[in-house]
């Protein structure tokens, strides 16, 4: 029997460790976001996926900030973090998306990430460096930097697991901190706002950060109109296993440590680097 004829129980398993990207326009009602949350990551459980990343500010969104941010913040131990560990128990697989947090004592919100996974509930978190206080935007009047905290890595089917945000793909400095902390993966979601060349920007930035740290990448963006969408799954060698179009979706693809040993005996590139990384 050929493979294209064989059942599913058949057929030979896929390599690796399955991870998916979910593209979802996150609103203004936490309740809401994670119903899509839950569909999605139904979806991407049902089809292999050990792991997926859903965009920024996944909790609550409107496309200008404002006091609604503020309303929709929550502590890291707040409603939108306990259901996600509970989806990722019921389900069995790594959660990985973007949070409006609460930053006591100010007037304004933090922009983080959480991964929960299904055994011990949040394993990692990482609270947005370099906001987006450009093409016009002014993310800082409404979010609190993150601080120059060690990279929180978190490990899942065999591989190491790190965090960043959207505009941080700007600034390489990020990742390599990141694969110098030992990340085999980095995890992106991100609000890539639509303009004029920012999908090339995207495309071009996201695959730099995979080759130069001959990691994987699993960006998640929102999907038009107000996001760029394409979010996708990139290779240590520049490689797309999956990408996402302009609207709500997901991409799934297979992660295996082999690739990148392989990729890196081929371009020694972290090796043979004569700088390192350090804050200002």
Not at 95 to 106: D, I, K, N, S
Not at 221 to 249: F, K, Q, W, Y
Request: glycine letters at 10%; one cysteine or more; proline letters at 9%.
């Amino acid at each position: 029997m050929s493979d294209s004829a064989a059942s599913p129980a058949e057929r030979e398993p896929e390599p690796g460790f399955g991870v998916a990207v979910a593209q979802f326009a996150p609103g203004p009602v936490p309740s809401s976001n994670l119903v899509e949350i839950t569909a999605l990551a139904e979806r991407a459980a049902a089809r292999g996926a050990g792991l997926v990343v859903f965009p920024e500010y996944a909790n609550a969104f409107t496309p200008k900030p404002g006091p609604e941010w503020l309303g929709a913040a929550e502590p890291l131990g707040g409603p939108f973090v306990t259901a996600l560990a509970a989806l990722a128990e019921r389900l069995g697989i790594h959660l990985v998306a973007g949070l409006l947090e609460t930053a006591p004592g100010t007037a304004r919100v933090r922009n983080t990430v959480v991964a929960v996974s299904p055994a011990d509930g949040l394993v990692a978190k990482y609270r947005k460096m370099h906001l987006y206080d450009a093409f016009g935007q002014r993310e800082s009047e409404w979010v609190e930097p993150g601080g120059l905290d060690e990279p929180e890595l978190f490990e899942a089917g065999g591989l190491r697991f790190g965090l960043e945000t959207c505009y941080d793909a700007r600034f390489p400095e990020v990742s390599r901190r990141l694969v110098d902390a030992g990340a085999d993966v980095i995890c992106m979601p991100a609000e890539w706002v639509r303009g004029p060349l920012k999908e090339a920007h995207w495309r071009t930035l996201v695959t730099a950060r995979a080759i130069e740290n001959t990691v994987y990448v699993l960006a998640a963006d929102h999907p038009a109109p107000v996001g760029a969408g394409n979010s996708m799954i990139v290779d240590p060698m520049g490689v797309e296993l999956a990408t996402v179009g302009e609207g709500r979706g997901l991409g799934i693809a297979w992660v295996d440590a082999g690739r990148i040993r392989d990729v890196r005996r081929t371009n020694p590139a972290l090796e043979l680097r004569r700088f390192t990384v350090v804050p200002r």
